[in-house]
């Protein structure tokens, strides 16, 4: 089981609250994407869901208190693809993925069959073959972002944090970058959350919104629950159309003030 509970969550930075006694419950195998206007704490939401920053409240993974597990551990239960990851300018992009499968390695243990199987797996999905051999600083930003999805679907872990997954990517690298993480979700039961600017691509993959405003909970549910044009207006400040699209999902469509 790879559920996540969190209660009461409160997060802080330098004496000022960013996160206020948030409660969210995200069932197991469940895709839930986490979305809200710039500063509302949806990437701090997800690095204390890994577990990387402190917080006081509870987090739990499949029952299994956050705070309980070391750092590899958690590395082993929670890949957390951060928006603004560390990235060694040295490292190859085989090199770097392969940092994934450095939670299921023993103490100066070398990679075996299985870690190199994950690997080739994590490249060829992404299709990042031909770039394999390549130095990180010579990848473009959207060469870049799969490569670092790339390492975190090495992981192998039950549950999947995205932060901004689609940043920088093209918009056919953004469907088959959710496309394929959907596919895992289904073939090895994850549980997903994503923070995600895109609102039309967040209700299309998702199958339950949070959506935050200075750091509280002010919208849950399914898209269409959450995202109507009266929240987006009061949250986001923006004027928007939704609309059905053709295959039965939401399109979030800003409307632009013409001046006569």
Avoid at 193 to 222: K, N, P, W, Y
Wanted: glycine residues 10%.
């Amino acid at each position: 089981m790879s559920g996540i509970q969190a209660s009461e969550l409160v997060v802080a930075f330098n004496g000022t609250t960013v996160i206020h006694g948030l409660d969210v419950s995200i069932a197991s195998g469940e895709w839930v994407g986490v979305i809200g206007p710039n500063g509302s704490g949806k990437s701090t939401l997800l690095r204390a869901l890994a577990g990387a920053i402190p917080f006081s409240g509870t987090v739990q993974i499949g029952g299994v208190a956050i705070h309980d597990l070391d750092e590899r551990q958690r590395a082993q239960m929670v890949a957390l693809v951060p928006q603004r990851p560390v990235i060694p300018e040295g490292f190859t992009v085989t090199d770097y993925v392969y940092l994934g499968r450095s939670p299921h390695l023993r103490f100066l243990a070398s990679e075996g069959p299985s870690d190199a199987g994950a690997v080739a797996n994590a490249i060829e999905v992404l299709e990042l073959a031909e770039m394999a051999g390549r130095r990180l600083p010579t990848l473009s930003g959207g060469e870049l972002q799969r490569v670092i999805l790339a390492r975190a679907i090495a992981q192998q872990t039950p549950v999947l944090l995205l932060d901004e997954p689609t940043t920088s990517l093209d918009l056919g690298h953004q469907q088959q970058a959710l496309e394929l993480v959907e596919t895992m979700r289904r073939s090895r039961e994850l549980t997903v959350v994503t923070a995600i600017h895109d609102l039309t691509l967040a209700s299309q993959f998702c199958d339950r919104l949070v959506m935050l405003a200075s750091g509280r909970v002010v919208g849950e549910g399914e898209p269409e629950a959450v995202l109507t044009e009266e929240s987006i207006g009061l949250h986001y400040g923006a004027d928007v159309s939704v609309q059905r699209d053709p295959g039965g999902g939401i399109a979030v469509i800003p409307l632009r003030h013409r001046r006569s």
